[in-house]
């Protein structure tokens, strides 16, 4: 069982709307990431939070806003998204940012569908 | 710069068939290596990993041997079951300065029919 928990699992949204996805871990991580996935497709990274600061930004596109609340939560605002942007989000976790010898832990992922 | 590169999909097997799966990979310094799994309709799982040359990372009834003299970390299992279905990803993270990514294989699709 995943310790990292996505809310919601599935959301529908227009193409107006303002909606956010959430975020938690309790396994003490101190970076969190937000990946994008197509289907079958590997995971591409969007954003990693280290200690609460954005450190990488992988120049998504702006109608996608990250926020680091604390240490244990991670929110993805989105907003005037376009239906290419449907796809299943996967929220992470690991220890530090480094990927140096570091497990990066998966959630199960929102499944985001823009019409 | 680093790379991983997986046997194409989709793979697709019979109940209790052997499994390979092959992943080789090119990185400056001493990667860590990963398979991940996904089922159907869900998220990423960590199925096992390896930090160094010659480790055996195993989970499930998989194992995945590091191998630097070949560059692989290829996954096996003896005898696969229907709930084995799903798409399976390896990944490498470089040691190589302060590398924050990890670099993904495209996946190999895998169906088990009963």
């Known amino acids: 069982d995943t310790e990292v928990t996505q809310t919601p699992k599935h959301l529908v949204m227009g193409m107006t709307n303002k909606k956010s996805l959430k975020c938690e871990q309790h396994?003490?991580?101190?970076?969190m990431y937000w990946y994008k996935q197509k289907a079958k497709k590997p995971p591409e990274l969007m954003f990693v939070?280290?200690?609460?600061?954005?450190?990488i930004n992988e120049s998504v596109p702006s109608r996608f806003s990250p926020e680091c609340p604390n240490s244990s939560l991670l929110n993805l605002h989105l907003h005037a998204l376009q239906p290419e942007d449907s796809a299943l989000y996967l929220c992470?976790?690991?220890?530090?940012?480094?990927?140096?010898?570091?497990?990066?832990?998966f959630g199960e992922g929102s499944w985001l569908t823009v019409v | 710069g680093d790379s991983v590169t997986q046997m194409e999909g989709p793979v697709t097997l019979s109940e209790e068939a052997f499994l390979t799966i092959n992943c080789t990979y090119t990185a400056t310094g001493y990667p860590s290596l990963f398979w991940y799994v996904q089922y159907p309709g869900e998220g990423l799982q960590l199925l096992l990993k390896a930090t160094k040359a010659d480790d055996k990372g195993s989970n499930k009834g998989f194992e995945a041997t590091y191998r630097k003299e070949t560059t692989s970390f290829h996954l096996e299992k003896g005898s696969v079951q229907v709930s084995d279905s799903a798409v399976y990803f390896c990944a490498l993270s470089s040691n190589a300065g302060n590398n924050r990514k990890l670099i993904w294989g495209l996946g190999t699709s895998l169906a088990v029919n009963p």
């Open positions: 396994m003490g991580h101190r970076a």
């Open positions: 939070y280290s200690y609460e600061k954005l450190s």
């Open positions: 992470a976790s690991s220890q530090r940012d480094s990927t140096s010898g570091n497990t990066i832990y």
